[in-house]
C-alpha cells in the first residue's frame, strides 16, 4: 500500500513570495489533514478535509493560507505571500473511517514540507 | 481549548534501560490518546494508542498508561534499543473531535 506522499520535501523561498505544497493521501482515504511544527514546538492542527469538503479549518493562521481538495483525490496549501513566521514542517495525514474508528484516529502521516522562509 | 504538555524535552537512556515519557491533557472529555515515533528525516508512524475505558496498553517493549483521574498518559519503553531513538509525540482528541492536539515532543537518544 503507497502511502501519504508530500511535494515538495523542502521548499525555500523569500518573504512575500508564493509557494504551493501538495499531498497525495492513501487512495481510498475520505479523509486528509494538515498539520504544521513550527520551530521544535507541538504539531498543530490546521484543516481537516473530508473528501472535497472542508469540515474544519479552525487551526488556519490567516487568510494567507488556502487548502484546497479538487475532486477528493490531492489536496494543495498555498501560502501566498509567505511571512519568515510561516517556516516549519507541514505536515498531511489521511484516515478512512472503519467500524468504531473515527476519524482522528490511525493517522497515516507523510513525511513532510520543510518550509523555510527567507 | 485542548491543550497537553509534554515532559521531558529530550532524554537520553543507556541501551537496555527504559525509558519514560509523560503527557498531561487539559480536557477532561478526552478519550483517545495515541503516540507517534518519528525517526529522523522520516514520517510520524503511530505506535500505540489508547482509549479512555482502558488503563493500560501493551505491545511488546512499549506500553502506555493513562490516569484518567489526574489526566495524565505515559508512554514506557523497556529494554530501550538502538533503533528506539526518535522524537516521540503524545496526542489527545475528544470523542466526536476532528482533530489531535499534539505534545511538543520529545528526543529520545540510545546511548550504546
Known amino acids: 500500500e503507497a502511502g501519504v506522499t508530500q511535494f515538495p520535501s523542502h521548499s525555500v523561498i523569500e518573504k512575500g513570495q508564493t509557494v504551493t505544497l501538495r499531498c497525495d493521501p492513501i487512495?481510498?482515504?475520505?479523509?486528509l489533514y494538515w498539520y504544521r511544527r513550527v520551530m521544535g514546538k507541538e504539531i498543530k492542527f490546521l484543516l481537516h478535509f473530508v473528501k472535497e469538503s472542508k469540515q474544519d479549518e479552525s487551526g488556519m493562521p490567516n487568510n494567507r493560507f488556502l487548502a484546497e481538495r479538487t475532486g477528493g483525490t490531492y489536496s494543495t496549501l498555498k501560502v501566498q505571500p509567505a511571512e519568515l513566521e510561516d517556516s516549519g514542517v507541514y505536515f498531511c495525514?489521511?484516515?478512512?473511517?472503519?467500524?468504531?474508528?473515527?476519524?482522528?484516529?490511525?493517522?497515516?502521516f507523510g513525511s513532510g514540507t520543510q518550509l523555510s522562509v527567507l | 481549548g485542548e491543550n497537553v504538555e509534554q515532559h521531558p524535552s529530550t532524554l537520553s537512556v543507556q541501551e537496555g534501560d527504559s525509558a519514560v515519557i509523560k503527557c498531561t491533557y487539559s480536557d477532561s472529555a478526552s478519550n483517545y490518546f495515541p503516540w507517534y515515533k518519528q525517526e529522523l528525516g522520516k514520517r510520524p508512524q503511530l505506535i500505540i494508542d489508547?482509549?479512555?475505558?482502558?488503563g493500560e496498553k501493551k505491545d511488546q517493549r512499549i506500553a502506555v498508561t493513562l490516569n484518567k483521574t489526574a489526566k495524565h498518559f505515559s508512554l514506557h519503553i523497556t529494554e530501550t534499543q538502538p533503533e528506539d531513538s526518535a522524537v516521540y509525540f503524545c496526542?489527545?482528541?475528544?470523542?466526536?473531535?476532528?482533530?489531535?492536539?499534539f505534545g511538543q515532543g520529545t528526543r529520545l537518544t540510545i546511548n550504546p
Open positions: 489508547i482509549r479512555s475505558n482502558v
Open positions: 495525514a489521511s484516515s478512512q473511517v472503519r467500524g468504531t474508528i473515527s476519524t482522528n484516529e490511525k493517522l497515516f
Open positions: 487512495s481510498g482515504h475520505d479523509n
Open positions: 496526542a489527545a482528541s475528544r470523542r466526536g473531535a476532528q482533530k489531535l492536539v
